[in-house]
DNA sequence: TGAGAGTGTCGAAGCGCTTCGACGACCGGC
DNA sequence: GCCGGTCGTCGAAGCGCTTCGACACTCTCA
């Protein structure tokens, strides 16, 4: 609408008044009549006034925009990291921000690059590591900022995540109570454990621990993303545990593969063998038999990691850790 | 590194020139003698200095920062999406611009909130409709945008995809190579057509159109994404059509479903069924047996699509339609 | 009734950068 | 040895916004 850029000095001239009564309409920092408010309204929508991003940044030293920082690397979740990237944008825009997409391959050299040139006011990142190279950096910057997932030395941070111990715990829970004996648990491919990913990790750390709370016997292995890997390591599981009948499946990828290797092998889900899996509820949807599953609720940790760094932005003090409680869907399968 | 924020006019004293000069040693706009350069970025380095993004946005009226617009909508194929928003992000710092993200839920208004503003200087816009609302903005606006798909009316856009009427040809052409005389196009869900999305209908026409330049019988059919679905759809397949031989699927999140299915039915592939999947690569690899594809160079459009967006903030004129040529792989399932 | 306490608005000073015009220094040509 | 042309550098004028202090009013209450 309208010409060519529209600056405040126009709307102001067109309304009657100072700039700066103008921006405080705006920003509602000072009280101003309702008469001229409205004045100042109807001038902005009839000359169609976008107050200058690059202005309001360099008067107000806030960019409103947050930086998302996401891995994009070997056995990742991609399906998952979408919709924690989408989740977020949503949230952000709802704290009025804009979300600024940064990908790991440019390492720490972005995340300084973005913060110091006050290109964002704060960030938010992913997949983080146990060990990973941008926590020293993030505690140095003076941006806020959040990660999603853990550290190995979480202090001075503000992490949020699904508790995954106690996901994998649950899935043991269920199984136990449902009067299996005997079960597994397919991870992640061993390159995502060797990478020392906090989720994978503590997946199997709460799946063991279950164990032993619940009296039963059970096996944690990785599991590869290739279909003729998944049957392998699948018919090996079932040959070398005869009393197996309960599995655990924390691998988005290889879900419809280890369903598959079970039709192939002859083991009827959940009659001969039960299935739960923890990953997103479309996929466990989708699923032949649909899947029993604990959610990745990537909506609401994508919505907190956001209300958090807002609340950091505002100079207030947020709890170092969340964790969210995981959710377990019974379908078909078990 | 250094305190708090450095500006210019820091390093100009540091380094003992003015602050003129050290913005021409960083633009590059003016000749500066290499004894001053040096002298300048020695200073930089040394005070750790930033230029400020919003003041360098005020004056110079270029942000460096480009607009991704993604959908995020059912029916989605998410992971390809991902690579193509990664293969963008990577492609703009290139040409040392940032990606900021929009998800297409906040609609015309954020596409015209983000250019007005002067947040952005240009958009990339994904998975475009035949008939997209976004279109008739984009053509309004002064920032210049490249769209990853086709609409119905293309003319006055810049868009960037991969050929997939070549796409379904391409596989007739192999299926019929092998001898197949009856094949079928197993497509998106139903969903995904009704809402008139160009590469879906491409593909099919491509792949009708090849039947009869082969001379070899076909029908094309939607395909949904649940493992139950998908079963019906390939039993009553094979049911109607007995004399078929070949597969295609075009549809990602189906592909796994589809051998699935084929293997429950009792027809190997590709003995008794060969199978052609339209994917990206990791996916068909993954698959068992890994299947023949035609790949979705995500990586080359969205390296495409910045590059056409920056020729465009040049000021040069662009082609109005690129379209990227299939390239087959062929592996176990044909 | 006049001091004090709000209200509502204005003007101007920046925020940190780019860019334009100006200007000295130095060059070669005649 | 003087003139025009480069080359390298400087100073200053904005870019469009926020924010601070000031100021004119209007209330309120002693």
């Known amino acids: 609408m309208s010409g060519r850029t529209v600056t405040i000095a126009q709307v102001a001239k067109h309304a ?5 009564t103008v921006s405080y309409v705006l920003s509602g920092k000072r009280t101003i009549s309702a008469d001229t408010r409205r004045r100042v309204l109807d001038s902005i929508s009839a000359l169609g ?39 977020v944008v949503t949230a952000a825009r709802r704290y009025d921000h804009d979300v600024l997409l940064l990908t790991a391959d440019e390492g720490t050299e972005g995340i300084l690059r973005v913060a110091a040139s006050a290109l964002v006011d704060a960030l938010v990142l992913m997949d983080v590591e146990l060990d990973d190279r941008r926590v020293p950096l993030l505690r140095e910057l003076a941006e806020p900022s959040v990660l999603i997932g853990f550290p190995a030395e979480p202090a001075g941070l503000t992490c949020v995540d699904l508790d995954f111990a106690a996901a994998g715990a649950r899935c043991v829970e269920h199984l136990a109570e449902r009067g299996h004996e005997e079960i597994a648990l397919l991870g992640a491919p061993s390159v ?16 063991v621990a279950a164990l032993g709370d619940h009296g039963i016997k059970g096996v944690a292995l990785p ?12 018919r090996d599981l079932l040959l070398d545990h005869p009393g197996l009948s309960g599995l655990v499946v924390h691998n988005e990828a290889a879900v419809s ?3 598959a290797a079970l039709r192939q092998l002859g083991r009827r889900v959940p009659h001969d063998v039960a299935v739960v899996a923890i990953c997103p509820d479309d996929v466990a949807e989708r699923a032949g038999p649909p899947l029993t ?12 990691a956001v209300r958090l760094v807002m609340e950091k932005l505002e100079g207030r003090t947020v709890p170092d850790a969340t964790l969210l409680t995981p959710l377990l869907a019974v379908r078909a399968s078990t």
């Open 16 to 20: 009657g008044v100072a700039v700066s």
């Open 49 to 87: 006034y976008h107050p200058n991003a690059g202005a309001r940044a360099l008067a107000s030293k806030r960019s409103n925009v947050i930086a998302l920082v996401l891995p994009l690397r070997a056995g990742m979740h991609v399906p998952v990291l979408m919709r924690f990237a989408s989740s």
């Open 192 to 207: 995502v454990y060797d990478r020392g990913t906090g989720f994978a990790t503590r997946t199997r750390e709460g799946f």
């Open 223 to 234: 599991c590869e993303e290739t279909f003729d890997e998944v049957y392998e390591t699948v």
């Open 257 to 259: 593969h280890v369903l």
């Open 293 to 304: 599953s604990v959610l990745i609720p990537a909506e609401e940790v994508g919505r907190e």
